[in-house]
């Protein structure tokens, strides 16, 4: 592809704190090179800024190569930016021409509070997986990995759910600030294998009542989630989870 | 876990919608079904409403339709105070809101406005259930007579009704509504009572599609037909 360099505009969400109340900054950016990242052209940007005597702009970001689920960033009324199954660090500035003007913003929910700038705090989801994404085993020897014989579809279906990186694009992008495609690929990945059998009951249940209490709304199946997933989570988990949750919920002994 | 926290957990919230609303769905097919009973004239020219007429009599006639009505308005009524609480919940998630709307890009417009179509299918029922429930079942209807004996005259009221252009448009804006509250409602019913099988969900996809224009092109077609006097 053809290299070219760009004149942007950026309108920025700035933050000082989580109490502090926010607006848009905008900020003028020349030469950038269709070959940097995006991330990359906001470095350019903070390092403008820091020249200049001010306040550069607080991200998340941290591998930079789409596994770790930690860039956030809503661009242009999208989660990730206008790629399809892409992550913010992902993105790259040819997908963006001289002249383009570029807004960002943070995810919005009130389950994911504003930090700083376009920085949010997720550990919502971390409390979530601690209620009950995990399976207890006995530590020792590593098991051999193929003790129990699982169905092919099943190990791809789990496979795909757990591809899952925590990003939160899901809840950014649903009108209920849901946070369902998250916990329905935790709650799937495990479901689906036998490993995830003995406490599947309690995982469904435990995880639903730690999301409901983190404050996210409930699911009403539009599908914004998926649209946005840079994993590519599909909204089947979303009935696998719902699946698991009644079959719990009507069946439990106390 | 105790009943109450399983209904008042979200996804138990949803599972009540989800019960209402397939139940309404069965409604729906019972009523339109009744309802085209009118268009028997087409077939038979010495009808004159006494199919349709004999058909509603049946629903008030004894004690199980009586018991499903009853069943019936419980059912709306839940399926509409749960959905307006799960609106006001669901909306009070997100106090900031973002400047640039993900819009259309991520789902389809209807399935964003279910609280608002339902509204306006609400707001219709009210008028509905004046124009007809009421008189048939308690302020009283002129009476025909099929085969010696007398029957309420539904099918004049309806006719009567159907005159007036404002009902047949506030109908149709009736029909409109409940049709895309179902394109995306049916579907989603099955998905909230757990229905993972991609070879039923697509079934139930086509299902619905199908379900929805079907049903919603009969119901607009019957003040159409009387208003335009295809059916006399
Ligand atoms: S489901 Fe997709 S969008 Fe949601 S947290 Fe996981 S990877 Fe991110
Ligand atoms: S920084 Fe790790 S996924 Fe983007």
Request: hydrophobic residues 45%; neutral net charge; glycine residues 8%.
């Given at each position: 592809?053809?290299?070219?360099?760009?004149n942007?505009?950026?309108?920025?969400?700035?933050?000082?704190?989580?109490k502090?109340?926010g607006?848009?900054?905008t900020?003028?950016?020349?030469?950038?090179?269709?070959?940097?990242?995006f991330?990359?052209?906001?470095?350019?940007?903070n390092?403008?800024l820091i020249?200049?005597?001010?306040d550069?702009?607080?991200?998340?970001?941290d591998?930079?190569e789409?596994?770790?689920?930690?860039c956030?960033?809503?661009?242009?009324?999208?989660?990730?930016?206008?790629?399809?199954?892409?992550t913010t660090c992902q993105?790259?500035?040819?997908a963006?021409?001289?002249?383009?003007t570029?807004?960002?913003?943070?995810?919005r929910?009130?389950?994911?509070?504003?930090?700083?700038d376009?920085?949010?705090?997720?550990?919502?989801?971390?409390?979530?997986?601690?209620a009950?994404g995990f399976i207890?085993?006995?530590?020792g020897?590593?098991v051999d990995?193929?003790?129990i014989p699982i169905?092919?579809?099943?190990?791809?279906?789990?496979?795909?759910?757990?591809?899952?990186i925590?990003?939160?694009?899901?809840?950014?992008a649903?009108k209920?600030?849901?946070?369902?495609?998250f916990?329905s690929?935790?709650?799937s990945?495990?479901a689906?294998?036998?490993?995830?059998?003995?406490?599947?009951?309690?995982?469904a249940?435990?995880?639903?009542?730690?999301?409901d209490?983190?404050?996210?709304?409930?699911?009403?199946n539009?599908?914004?989630c998926?649209?946005?997933?840079p994993?590519?989570i599909?909204?089947?988990?979303?009935?696998?989870?719902n699946?698991?949750?009644?079959?719990?919920?009507l069946t439990?002994?106390n | 876990m105790?009943?109450s926290?399983?209904?008042?957990?979200?996804?138990?919230?949803?599972?009540?919608m989800?019960?209402?609303g397939?139940?309404?769905?069965?409604?729906?097919?019972?009523?339109?079904?009744?309802?085209?009973c009118i268009?028997?004239?087409w077939f038979?020219?010495?009808?004159?409403g006494?199919m349709?007429?004999k058909?509603?009599?049946?629903m008030?006639?004894?004690?199980?339709?009586?018991l499903?009505?009853?069943?019936?308005f419980?059912g709306i009524l839940?399926?509409?105070?749960?959905?307006?609480?799960l609106?006001?919940?669901n909306?009070s998630?997100?106090s900031?809101?973002?400047?640039?709307?993900?819009?259309n890009r991520?789902?389809?417009?209807?399935?964003?406005?279910?609280?608002l179509l339902?509204?306006?299918?609400?707001?219709f029922?009210?008028?509905?259930?004046?124009q007809?429930?009421?008189?048939?079942?308690i302020?009283?209807?002129?009476e025909?007579?099929?085969?010696?004996?007398p029957?309420h005259?539904?099918?004049?009221?309806?006719?009567?009704?159907f005159?007036?252009?404002w009902?047949?448009?506030?109908?149709?804006?009736?029909?409109?509504?409940?049709l895309?509250?179902l394109?995306?409602?049916?579907?989603s019913?099955?998905?909230?009572?757990?229905v993972?099988?991609?070879?039923?969900?697509?079934?139930?996809?086509?299902?619905?599609?199908?379900?929805?224009?079907?049903?919603?092109?009969?119901f607009?077609?019957?003040?159409?037909?009387?208003?335009?006097g295809?059916?006399?």
């Amino acid at each position: 592809m053809e290299h070219y360099n760009m004149n942007l505009t950026l309108k920025v969400w700035r933050q000082k704190n989580n109490k502090a109340k926010g607006g848009f900054e905008t900020y003028k950016l020349s030469d950038i090179s269709s070959e940097m990242s995006f991330l990359e052209m906001v470095d350019v940007l903070n390092e403008q800024l820091i020249r200049e005597g001010q306040d550069p702009i607080a991200f998340d970001h941290d591998c930079r190569e789409g596994i770790c689920g930690t860039c956030s960033m809503y661009i242009d009324g999208k989660p990730h930016g206008p790629w399809h199954a892409n992550t913010t660090c992902q993105l790259h500035m040819r997908a963006y021409k001289d002249g383009d003007t570029i807004t960002i913003e943070p995810w919005r929910a009130n389950a994911f509070p504003v930090i700083k700038d376009l920085m949010v705090d997720r550990t919502s989801f971390d409390r979530i997986i601690q209620a009950g994404g995990f399976i207890s085993v006995n530590t020792g020897n590593a098991v051999d990995a193929n003790a129990i014989p699982i169905n092919k579809d099943d190990a791809d279906a789990s496979f795909a759910a757990a591809a899952c990186i925590g990003c939160g694009a899901c809840v950014a992008a649903c009108k209920n600030s849901s946070a369902m495609l998250f916990v329905s690929a935790k709650v799937s990945h495990l479901a689906l294998l036998p490993q995830g059998q003995p406490e599947h009951k309690g995982r469904a249940l435990n995880m639903i009542a730690q999301m409901d209490k983190e404050g996210f709304g409930s699911c009403t199946n539009t599908g914004a989630c998926e649209a946005v997933c840079p994993k590519e989570i599909s909204l089947e988990n979303i009935a696998r989870l719902n699946n698991e949750y009644l079959g719990a919920g009507l069946t439990v002994n106390n | 876990m105790k009943w109450s926290e399983f209904f008042t957990s979200s996804i138990g919230k949803k599972f009540v919608m989800a019960l209402t609303g397939i139940f309404l769905i069965l409604f729906l097919i019972v009523h339109v079904g009744l309802n085209a009973c009118i268009f028997a004239t087409w077939f038979d020219s010495e009808d004159h409403g006494a199919m349709f007429n004999k058909a509603a009599h049946f629903m008030g006639a004894n004690w199980v339709p009586r018991l499903l009505e009853i069943g019936l308005f419980a059912g709306i009524l839940l399926h509409i105070f749960q959905g307006y609480a799960l609106e006001m919940k669901n909306r009070s998630t997100r106090s900031v809101g973002y400047a640039v709307k993900l819009g259309n890009r991520g789902s389809k417009w209807y399935s964003r406005s279910m609280g608002l179509l339902g509204t306006l299918v609400f707001l219709f029922l009210i008028v509905h259930i004046a124009q007809f429930w009421v008189p048939s079942r308690i302020t009283g209807l002129e009476e025909t007579i099929i085969d010696g004996k007398p029957y309420h005259d539904l099918y004049r009221r309806m006719i009567e009704v159907f005159q007036q252009p404002w009902v047949v448009a506030l109908y149709l804006v009736g029909c409109a509504s409940l049709l895309f509250h179902l394109l995306h409602g049916f579907q989603s019913s099955f998905r909230t009572i757990g229905v993972v099988n991609k070879r039923y969900m697509s079934l139930i996809q086509a299902t619905g599609v199908a379900f929805s224009i079907i049903v919603v092109l009969l119901f607009a077609l019957m003040p159409i037909s009387m208003h335009l006097g295809w059916v006399k």
